[in-house]
């Protein structure tokens, strides 16, 4: 089957570094996905790896090892309104994304 | 440029009626996707168009709902009759790639009473 992990919630304080976990099963892969989404309201684009290998954009980095179907999304300098819900999602076939259940991040002062 | 929108932001319906869900992706963009959350669970996909022709629908739930890209413009996806398990949030996405970054609209929150 086809399913991905990531931890519920994760809580951290402003200023500091988190990281947000991702494990995928897939018989099809081709990239995978993060997503930031506030409030329940549209789901932002924050990175893709198609390759293994961190990718840098800002205070936000993500990392891919397909041989181990894992992923990460780190964030740095942390402040409040990082604090939503992330999602990994990955695509394999025709581009639909295939969504892990979603971390909500709690920044606290 | 303008971005993903979706109309209505919020429709309430009863159990048996129909509701119309209109997406309008970003111009130019020919990949567009609905997707559906259902309170407490993943964002699900449900199919995706290549400019008006049907790519996969392989996560259309039922029989009951239908999607329609005339023009390989603006989408709509159409339930009829609504259940209550179909209360949720229906977004919709466009890309002008396959691969990489999806623009997701704001989504309509469907409740079925």
């Known amino acids: 089957g086809q399913s991905l992990e990531q931890p519920s919630e994760v809580t951290a304080v402003e200023g500091a570094i988190v990281q947000i976990n991702c494990t995928y099963q897939t018989s099809g892969f081709y990239g995978l996905s993060w997503y930031q989404q506030h409030d329940g309201g549209a789901p932002t684009f924050l990175s893709y790896n198609a390759l293994d290998g961190l990718e840098e954009t800002g205070r936000f980095s993500s990392f891919l090892s397909r041989s181990d179907s894992y992923g990460y999304l780190l964030l740095q300098e942390l402040q409040m309104k990082d604090s939503a819900s992330y999602f990994c999602a990955f695509d394999n076939q025709g581009g639909k994304l295939i969504f892990g259940q979603g971390t909500e991040l709690s920044v606290k002062p | 440029e303008a971005g993903v929108t979706q109309f209505p932001s919020h429709s309430v319906i009863e159990k048996g009626q129909t509701v119309t869900l209109r997406c309008d992706p970003i111009?130019?963009?020919?990949?567009l996707y609905w997707y559906r959350r259902v309170m407490g669970k993943e964002i699900k996909f449900l199919l995706h168009f290549v400019k008006e022709s049907k790519q996969d629908e392989s996560g259309m739930p039922n029989n009951r709902f239908l999607a329609e890209r005339t023009g390989g413009t603006y989408s709509t996806l159409k339930v009829q009759p609504a259940e209550l398990e179909d209360s949720g949030v229906y977004f919709c996405?466009?890309?002008?790639?396959?691969?990489?970054?999806?623009?997701f609209g704001p989504g309509t929150r469907l409740t079925v009473t």
């Open positions: 111009s130019g963009h020919d990949n």
């Open positions: 996405a466009s890309s002008q790639v396959l691969r990489g970054k999806q623009y």
